[in-house]
């Protein structure tokens, strides 16, 4: 009898330990309301959760359950979204770091440092977006561009990669997607003249499957053989520019069952200066549309064509049904939001989200290109009658950090609008020359960042994909950088960096409930449920490109301080 109850408590031991996450979890992850299993709340990344237990009649209950400080002297921007599986939160922190903490009480399970090497080339702060969950593991990328994945109970290491030569520029900080059974990730490093590409490994062992560039002219490859060179090399890209095109992949993709596709935006193409590279350069400043079984590129939307002004089109391309149909949506940079259908990528709707765009003066339907003002584009140095070191200035909005930057929008099937963190600043930039030096910056612009108006940069606005009309906005002082929340009970969520987490009725904007996190909020909050109780969690921690880049919108917020925790919230009994 004795022996009969071991074997069972030991069967019991076994199943608790080895519970892993499939790819059928993975799959069911968005309406999975006890987990939160991938970032973005599902592979699609609408960060709707169906939860109602909290919604807009008691949301002003909401308190602390716990709070856990990431410690240490290693504080920084604190960009990441937490998973929840299996009684554990895992969350990764600047630096490189990742967290393991009982999701019940906030204690911290296990913690694991990434050694990182000195001249690591971050451009915007040593942040981290979130990891993936597979099988017992939870995988996430470095800033000296390595994949490490760690088993889920103990934080050991089960493998590591190298992705790419840090040296060059290369670095990690989005969330790694799972799709198919395979791990895609993307890289960082538009600011040094890297390639980005996409990766599929196997998330088991780390083995690398295919490799997709994203850059016009270079080989693509899958189980070590060529698998086709992407678009036709010089077709948009004139002499050896190709070579150095940038594009990073920076923030990572989403994956559609439906349509079998990952979309992952590309960053700006190298360099900046967009006078020595005459022609669309694709597939930079882009949405590519890859597919996950074969790793090539099915369908390209490219927001910016010969992009002059930063405009990483990386924005998270989130797909939903719209009129029968299954499209997706991208708040770009550029300050357009774009409607594509998902299969094809046809554009069907373009709108502006921010006011006072320079650069175009909309976006035609029918050829899905942008109407630019060629006279806001910054000047040629090399044009004549100039000094050849610097070209004409110009006055261009939105800035280069973005209508949009890295925060991720959510979209509610219930309101079917999107809440679209946004930010109105412009920037004075001009051109000037630039050669390519491996690990150097990689530009050929100068920028100063500026605010446009007295009482806000960011605005919380919800929008209709549809009409493109604007049905509610909420100010904010600072310029928003953490991501969006919504749920079943009509609720969204969202931080900002003078420190709030922030309710609204996602009906009609009005403000329900905030909470001081005691530093800058710069990532997107999450909601799960253990069956009784619904709880919100976000991490709390001030830093990303703002203060590093932001110019006379940094001088403005230098008041704000660092942090690094992470806040959960259920509802008072
Ligand atoms: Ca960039």
Not at 44 to 68: C, D, E, H, Y
């Amino acid at each position: 009898m004795k022996q009969k109850l071991l074997s069972v408590l030991m069967l019991a031991a076994a199943a608790h330990v080895s519970a892993q996450v499939t790819d059928a979890m993975i799959a069911g992850s968005a309406a999975d309301t006890h987990s939160v299993l991938t970032w973005g709340m599902g592979t699609q990344g609408q960060r709707f959760s169906p939860l109602t237990t909290i919604n807009t009649k008691n949301i002003s209950k909401l308190v602390p359950a716990w709070s856990m400080s990431f410690g240490g002297e290693k504080q920084r921007g604190q960009e990441s979204q937490p998973l929840v599986y299996n009684g554990k939160m895992f969350v990764t922190a600047s630096y490189s770091r990742i967290f393991a903490i009982d999701v019940k009480t906030g204690q911290k399970l296990w913690k694991y440092e990434h050694r990182l090497p000195e001249g690591i080339m971050p451009c915007c702060d040593v942040v981290n977006r979130g990891a993936a969950l597979y099988d017992n593991l939870v995988i996430f990328g470095t800033l000296d561009a390595q994949l490490v994945a760690l088993d889920q109970n103990t934080g050991k290491v089960v493998w590591k990669e190298k992705v790419e030569d840090y040296s060059a520029g290369y670095s990690m900080s989005a969330a790694p997607l799972i799709a198919e059974g395979l791990l895609l990730t993307g890289v960082s490093g538009g600011e040094f003249g890297v390639v980005g590409r996409v990766d599929a490994r196997d998330p088991k062992t780390g083995k690398l499957v295919w490799t997709r560039p994203v850059v016009e002219g270079h080989m693509g490859y899958k189980d070590g053989k060529e698998n086709g060179i992407t678009g036709t090399t010089n077709a948009t890209w004139p002499g050896e520019t190709w070579k150095t095109g940038g594009a990073a992949t920076w923030l990572g993709g989403t994956y559609d069952a439906k349509t079998g596709l990952a979309y992952f935006g590309t960053g700006n193409p190298g360099p900046w200066n967009s006078h020595v590279r005459k022609g669309d350069n694709l597939y930079s400043a882009s949405t590519v549309a890859i597919d996950v079984k074969t790793g090539k590129i099915v369908w390209h939307y490219q927001g910016t064509p010969n992009d002059a002004w930063d405009f990483d089109g990386v924005n998270e391309f989130i797909t939903f049904d719209m009129d029968g149909k299954r499209v997706g949506a991208k708040a770009d940079r550029n300050g357009f939001f774009y409607v594509n259908d998902a299969t094809t990528g046809k554009l069907i709707n373009a709108f502006p989200f921010v006011h006072g765009i320079t650069w175009a003066t909309g976006i035609d339907l029918t050829t899905g290109r942008p109407n630019f003002v060629d006279a806001n584009r910054p000047g040629d140095p090399a044009a004549a009658g100039g000094d050849g070191k610097k070209g004409a200035s110009v006055f261009a909005a939105p800035g280069f950090l973005g209508g949009k930057n890295q925060m991720p929008m959510a979209y509610s099937p219930k309101t079917q609008m999107f809440y679209v963190p946004t930010n109105e600043w412009g920037m004075d930039i001009w051109n000037e020359p630039i050669s390519y030096k491996k690990g150097g910056a990689y530009l050929g612009a100068g920028f100063t960042i500026r605010p446009l108006y007295d009482d806000h940069i960011g605005s919380l606005r919800a929008y209709d994909p549809k009409t493109g009309k604007m049905a509610w906005e909420v100010k904010n002082n600072a310029p928003l950088w953490g991501g969006v929340l919504t749920t079943g009970g009509d609720l969204v969520f969202w931080g900002t960096p003078e420190g709030y987490l922030k309710a609204a009725d996602a009906k009609t904007g009005k403000v329900l409930w905030q909470f001081q996190t005691g530093s800058g909020v710069v990532a997107p909050p999450i909601t799960w449920s253990d069956g009784t109780d619904q709880y919100v969690s976000v991490v709390s921690g001030w830093g990303g490109a703002v203060p590093l880049w932001g110019g006379e919108v940094a001088k403005k917020v230098n008041m704000l301080e660092q942090g690094g925790s992470v806040w959960t919230f259920k509802l008072a009994k």
